[in-house]
């Protein structure tokens, strides 16, 4: 598609279920993020891939927060025993890599997944 | 570490009139700086961004932000309001400038509402 794909949108999940959300970046994108975007907050970093490598995964609030990015695009964030707190909305976002060029820092999200959880 | 505020949660503006929506930096180095906006059910889409050279940086949808580096601060701005810029602006800076991560680090975010 020509643009960042998540799914689900919407994800409504029971305190202690696994959750797996799923990111299909732009075609050809080296860079992919997660973010996670709490009710009347700006976005905060998760994770970071180039290509299949996961080189920060500083922002994972914990160890029940995983993300994979096995052939270098699509890439799943997983959650398990999800909790009240993890209740946000989880974007995703792609972006060419070109650190230094002229397109650094251009970030194409998309339309995020919203996590719930009762 | 990198960080911008943005001072108002939200801003209120006629249609027609000029906008302002305010940002300041915190950085070591240069900063590399950008506006962002969320529409309702939209992901983010990016508006502008100043990385070097003139300080009026120009973007989408008519949008401009200028960069002062005496106060810090990269200030978003239209000439001209249109209802249907409604919507979530966020102001980020890039972290760790030294390397090649693009990771961004976003301030909390400014609703921006114009009225006919």
């Known amino acids: 598609g020509a643009g960042v794909s998540q799914s689900p949108r919407y994800k409504v999940a029971k305190r202690g279920q696994d959750v797996a959300l799923r990111c299909d970046p732009i075609?050809?994108?080296?860079?992919l993020f997660w973010y996670q975007q709490a009710l009347g907050q700006g976005p905060e970093f998760l994770t970071y891939?180039?290509?299949?490598?996961?080189?920060?995964k500083s922002g994972l609030p914990s160890d029940r927060f995983f993300a994979e990015r096995p052939e270098g695009s699509v890439s799943t964030l997983k959650i398990q025993r999800t909790q009240q707190e993890d209740s946000a909305v989880y974007l995703c976002?792609?972006?060419?890599?070109?650190?230094?060029?002229?397109?650094?820092?251009?970030?194409?999200f998309g339309e995020g997944s919203r996590l719930t959880v009762l | 570490a990198q960080s911008v505020a943005q001072p108002e949660d939200q801003v209120n503006v006629a249609e027609g009139n000029p906008l302002t929506v305010k940002c300041t930096y915190s950085v070591s180095g240069n900063p590399y700086l950008f506006w962002y906006v969320q529409y309702p059910n939209r992901g983010l889409q990016f508006l502008l961004k100043y990385i070097t050279g003139d300080n009026l940086v120009k973007g989408s949808y008519g949008f401009e932000a200028e960069f002062n580096k005496s106060q810090t601060s990269f200030h978003l701005k239209k000439p001209s309001a249109l209802v249907s810029d409604s919507a979530l602006y966020f102001c980020?800076?890039?972290?760790?400038?030294?390397?090649?991560?693009?990771?961004?680090?976003f301030g909390t975010g400014t609703r921006l509402l114009v009225s006919p």
């Open positions: 976002a792609s972006s060419l890599g070109l650190a230094g060029g002229v397109k650094a820092g251009e970030l194409f």
């Open positions: 891939f180039q290509n299949e490598a996961q080189l920060d």
């Open positions: 075609s050809g994108h080296v860079s």
């Open positions: 980020a800076v890039r972290d760790r400038v030294d390397t090649g991560f693009q990771k961004l680090v």
